[in-house]
């Protein structure tokens, strides 16, 4: 029994696909990018902030405390896709005929607000008032997870805060600046 599935192939069309017809990376194949990039952080850190309307945060650590990142996240459901579903799909069920028959969550209508961008605070980092840099990468209408800024902080705490317009995604690197 299958409980969760989920389609992408790189080189499905539509939103679904990860690479352009060329090979490239596209959007979609870039916010993939990001949420990998996680895996050099394996040590998962509690999060506070995301919501269950479009907004996510996600974050991690080395081993070592040398790095952490932080994986935002900013989606608007369009208007299209709120709301009931339309009159082909009855009691929440879609068949696909002689193929698969499936259930479907209900939709729901959501209100945005509040949420253009990100005020973000991590505490707790080593190193008694070393310099930490730190990197913004971003994938939107206009990056492809590409470095939007870096700087250097120092101390226990990083804070940043940024507009991150929907649909967005932001990969925070926080490393150790080597002495």
């Known amino acids: 029994m299958i409980s969760k599935a989920a389609f992408y192939r790189a080189d499905a069309h539509g939103p679904l696909g990860l690479i352009n017809p060329d090979g490239t990376i596209n959007k979609t194949g870039h916010a993939f990018e990001a949420v990998g990039t996680l895996n050099h952080t394996p040590l998962r850190l509690a999060t506070s902030g995301g919501d269950d ?10 081993r070592n ?9 900013n989606y608007e459901i369009p208007p299209e896709d709120q709301g009931p579903y339309p009159p082909f799909i009855v009691n929440n069920v879609f068949t696909i005929p002689g193929i698969a028959t499936f259930t479907l969550v209900d939709r729901r209508s959501v209100t945005y607000s509040d949420n253009n961008g990100y005020d973000l605070t991590v505490s707790g980092l080593p190193g008694n008032g ?9 994938v939107d209408d206009s990056h492809d997870l590409t470095l939007v800024d870096q700087t250097e902080q120092r101390g226990r705490s990083v804070h940043l805060s940024a507009t991150l317009p929907a649909p967005a995604v932001e990969l925070v690197v926080i490393r150790r600046r080597a002495s």
């Open 53 to 62: 309307i479009g907004f996510g945060v996600e974050a991690g650590r080395t």
């Open 65 to 73: 405390h040398g790095e952490v990142r932080v994986l935002l996240t």
């Open 130 to 138: 070393q310099r930490d840099v730190v990197s913004r990468y971003r």
